[in-house]
């Protein structure tokens, strides 16, 4: 962790240094010509180029889509396939699919679409069951909240929000069955660590999230060295389209603060930005867990 601090440190310190110069190379330059022509005003692209991806605007378009067409998890691995059902006759009744490479190697959990109008989130999750590993085992839930998913609402049926419904009760009210069922097969798995797949949006007006492209990560002494090379790897927006923010408080009743109180399951949430382009938003996604992947040797 010392490590990978000092390495990041050395890179911003690398950027401050480089932007220093371009001041300093721009004022010594000649002073242009007058032109008549103004400076077109830089728009606030994002650093990748999203014209490659392909379209996605519906659910329907991920039925043929893999995540290698979003120009990650190209390698292909033999792998093992099977599904189980979790909150099994509830109306919530859910399924989560089993991928198992072929050689050994520890289990990872990923949860999409807790929140049903995140679609990059749910989108991912759902892109990442055709994936191939190469060791381990990857358990999917995606979408968590098949209401909010079906009806592009944040919410469940019963109007609450499932992320601050966990550890939940399997005898309460829909979000705290739902929340409760991931939780409990969560803990019966015993995953190394739990990836939370979210979406962050402009304004606060609406009980959403405020949060970007960022990663939340209760316990930082846990995960420290994985969370810093994510920030390090997203400066140049070689994961989401823009470098990661890092937030340490997950809120009360999420998943991510229920793990992080009661067990030693490391989880980080991930949060891809709605402004940004669905497909860019999902490569982002998946680009994010390939690189979880490859920390945890499963791919
Ligand atoms: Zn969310």
């Known amino acids: 962790m010392k490590q990978t601090l000092k390495r990041l440190t050395a890179a911003l310190l690398a950027v401050v240094l480089l932007a220093g110069c371009g001041a300093g190379a721009s004022s010594a330059a ?41 120009g990650v998890l190209e390698e292909e691995y033999p792998t093992e396939y099977s599904t189980y059902k979790i909150l099994e006759g509830d109306e919530w009744e859910n399924t989560v699919h089993v991928l198992k490479g072929a050689e050994e190697g520890p289990a990872l959990y990923i949860v999409g679409g807790v929140h049903g109008d995140e679609l990059a989130g749910w989108y991912a999750g759902t892109l990442l069951k055709k994936m191939t590993i190469r060791a381990g085992t990857v358990y999917i839930v995606a979408p968590a909240n098949l209401y909010g998913a079906e009806n592009n609402k944040r919410r469940t049926k019963e109007d609450r929000d499932l992320n601050r419904n966990f550890p939940g009760d399997p005898e309460g009210w829909d979000a705290e069955r739902i929340g409760n069922a991931i939780y409990t097969d969560i803990l019966d798995k015993e995953p190394a660590f739990v990836l ?37 790897l997203s400066q140049d927006g070689s994961l989401t389209t823009q470098p ?16 992080t109180d009661n067990t030693d399951i490391p989880v980080i949430t991930v949060e891809t930005f709605r402004a940004e382009p669905l497909a860019a938003r999902v490569r982002g996604q998946l680009r994010l867990a390939e690189q979880v992947l490859l920390w945890y040797d499963i791919r």
Do not use: M, R, W
């Open 244 to 259: 990661l923010d890092i937030y340490s408080a997950p809120p009360k009743g999420s998943l991510n603060q229920a793990l």
């Open 30 to 70: 000649p002073t242009p010509a007058p032109t008549a022509e103004p400076e077109p005003t830089p728009s606030p692209t994002p650093y990748v180029d999203v014209t490659g991806l392909p379209p996605l605007d519906s659910v329907e378009e991920l039925a043929d889509l893999l995540p290698a067409d979003f």
């Open 196 to 232: 939370d797949l979210h979406e962050g949006v402009y304004h606060d007006n609406d009980g959403h999230d405020n949060l970007g492209n960022s990663i939340i990560c209760g316990d930082i002494a846990a995960i420290g060295d994985l969370v810093f090379h994510l920030i390090g």
